[in-house]
């Protein structure tokens, strides 16, 4: 003989199982959409981006008029010197190898400007400042990632330039009116700086206190257990945080382009020169919805993920072998 009990707990059983059925189809729908954007968002890149190399387009020539120009050579678009341009219509003859040279030379010295103060900053928040001075930098830092680029870019304008024609002026040096290398290594150093901070001072704040207690308890001072204990412990964590800084310098746009200078041509190593990068180019000069040149932009944009992407598993790699970080 079946109770009312067993009849309540089987109905309550197969509610149950019904809510979970349909949360976990609203989460695999969440899921599909997501992946769906992703997939659109590279399948469009892709085919917009691969036409320059495939297709003839038309250009226009004062004295023949209309004309058709060639596909784009991808050897020559991945190794140009110089970035030619078919802007008045008259040449399909792109490059961009220089300015792939000058983004990897740009991202690497900001990181090298802001990993050292990004992780002293972290170190300072999370073991060393009192907790309300600690509470009030914590909020600084996330103010600072929560502003947008082209603040960054405005201020690197009107700030970071002059402070670099005051240098340039030291040295005798005629600059862009401050647009130069200098300036954007410095802006985007300011921008990559709370996002390596934040994830280090996380990883740092995770650090077992036995490990810490121990250290000082061998003589250590703090600063010594600070620097060679809570650092080598959350090395697998600040390595992260580097990595997304460098993922978001590599895709920065608006803010480099205001302060690059927008070098056509030349592998830039001075650092009061003018400087071009894969999305400073791919931001100036589209003003167009068709063609050749409006086009072209997406093929730099297929070459700055591919160079994402390579420089994420690079570093990925270093970490791995250097840091004696182990996958779990």
Same mark, same amino acid.
């Given at each position: 003989?079946?109770?009312?009990? +067993?009849?309540?707990?089987?109905?309550? !059983?197969?509610?149950?199982?019904?809510? +979970?059925?349909?949360?976990?189809?609203?989460?695999?729908?969440?899921?599909?959409?997501?992946? &769906?954007?992703?997939?659109?968002?590279?399948? *469009?890149? /892709?085919?917009?981006?691969?036409?320059?190399?495939?297709?003839?387009?038309?250009?226009?020539?004062?004295?023949? @008029? %209309?004309?058709?120009?060639?596909?784009?050579?991808?050897? &020559?678009?991945?190794? @140009?010197?110089?970035?030619? @341009?078919?802007?008045?219509?008259?040449?399909?003859?792109?490059?961009?190898?220089?300015?792939?040279?000058?983004?990897?030379?740009?991202?690497?010295?900001?990181? $090298?400007?802001?990993?050292? =103060?990004?992780? *002293?900053?972290?170190?300072? !928040?999370?073991?060393? /400042?009192?907790?309300?001075?600690?509470?009030? $930098?914590?909020? =600084? =830092?996330?103010?600072?990632? &929560?502003?947008?680029?082209? !603040?960054?870019?405005?201020?690197?304008?009107?700030?970071?330039?002059?402070?670099?024609?005051?240098? /340039?002026? *030291?040295?005798?040096?005629?600059?862009?009116?401050?647009?130069?290398?200098?300036?954007?290594?410095?802006?985007?150093?300011?921008?990559?700086?709370?996002? !390596?901070?934040?994830? &280090?001072?996380?990883?740092?704040?995770?650090?077992?206190?036995?490990?810490? +207690?121990?250290?000082?308890?061998?003589?250590?001072? +703090?600063?010594? %257990?600070?620097?060679?204990?809570?650092?080598?412990?959350?090395?697998?964590?600040?390595?992260?945080?580097?990595?997304?800084?460098?993922?978001?310098?590599?895709?920065?746009?608006?803010? =480099?382009?205001?302060?690059?200078?927008?070098?056509?041509? @030349?592998?830039?190593?001075?650092?009061?020169?003018?400087?071009?990068?894969?999305?400073?180019?791919?931001?100036?000069?589209?003003?167009?919805?068709?063609?050749?040149?409006?086009?072209?932009?997406?093929?730099?944009?297929?070459?700055?993920?591919?160079?994402?992407?390579?420089?994420?598993?690079?570093?990925?790699?270093?970490?791995?072998?250097?840091?004696?970080?182990?996958?779990?």
């Amino acid at each position: 003989m079946i109770s009312i009990r +067993d009849v309540v707990t089987k109905e309550n !059983i197969k509610r149950k199982n019904t809510i +979970d059925g349909v949360t976990q189809a609203i989460f695999m729908a969440s899921a599909i959409l997501s992946a &769906s954007f992703i997939v659109l968002i590279i399948v *469009f890149i /892709a085919f917009k981006g691969l036409s320059p190399f495939l297709l003839n387009y038309e250009g226009y020539n004062f004295q023949q @008029g %209309t004309v058709d120009l060639d596909p784009v050579n991808p050897i &020559s678009f991945l190794t @140009g010197s110089q970035w030619l @341009g078919g802007t008045l219509g008259l040449s399909s003859d792109y490059g961009i190898g220089f300015a792939i040279i000058n983004t990897l030379i740009v991202v690497f010295l900001a990181i $090298m400007l802001s990993v050292p =103060v990004s992780v *002293f900053t972290a170190l300072f !928040i999370a073991k060393v /400042a009192p907790k309300r001075l600690a509470n009030v $930098m914590r909020t =600084v =830092v996330e103010l600072l990632a &929560s502003i947008p680029s082209i !603040i960054y870019g405005v201020f690197g304008l009107g700030i970071i330039t002059q402070f670099v024609v005051f240098v /340039a002026g *030291f040295f005798d040096y005629q600059t862009a009116a401050g647009l130069s290398l200098l300036s954007t290594v410095i802006v985007l150093s300011i921008m990559i700086l709370p996002t !390596i901070t934040a994830v &280090s001072e996380t990883s740092i704040r995770s650090v077992d206190k036995t490990i810490i +207690d121990g250290s000082l308890a061998l003589g250590a001072s +703090d600063i010594q %257990t600070y620097m060679k204990v809570v650092l080598t412990a959350a090395k697998s964590g600040i390595f992260a945080g580097i990595i997304l800084g460098v993922g978001r310098a590599l895709g920065e746009a608006t803010a =480099v382009a205001l302060v690059s200078g927008n070098l056509f041509a @030349g592998i830039q190593l001075n650092p009061l020169g003018t400087t071009a990068t894969l999305t400073s180019r791919m931001l100036l000069g589209i003003k167009d919805t068709t063609g050749i040149d409006y086009d072209i932009r997406f093929s730099i944009g297929l070459v700055l993920m591919a160079v994402i992407v390579i420089t994420n598993l690079s570093l990925n790699f270093v970490m791995k072998r250097l840091g004696g970080i182990h996958e779990q």
